[in-house]
């Protein structure tokens, strides 16, 4: 057996292919029941990973990948709030 130091590999729910962790979305289910995009990759609590492409966001929805992962409810706040994660366009600047 080959023992490779490698980069931590996390597996898209949409594609289900294995990915660069740091190269996913990572959601998290936290200790309180709570679903949210943890952006840091730090957050404690039960995570999943979709890459940042809207065709495995659309299959993880269709799919309910981050669901059956997180085993909760995911309200379509957090779908929204994924699709704002992707880098497709950049994002219009808030008004003050
Ligand atoms: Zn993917």
Redesign the pocket.
Known sequence: MVRVKKIPQRM?V????M?NKKA?IRVVKTPEDLVMIDTTGKKSGRGAY??P?E??LQ?AIKSKGLEKSLKTKISPEIYNNLKEQLPKEPLPQNEP
């Open positions: 898209c949409g594609c289900r292919e990915k996913l979709v890459c492409d065709h495995c299959q």
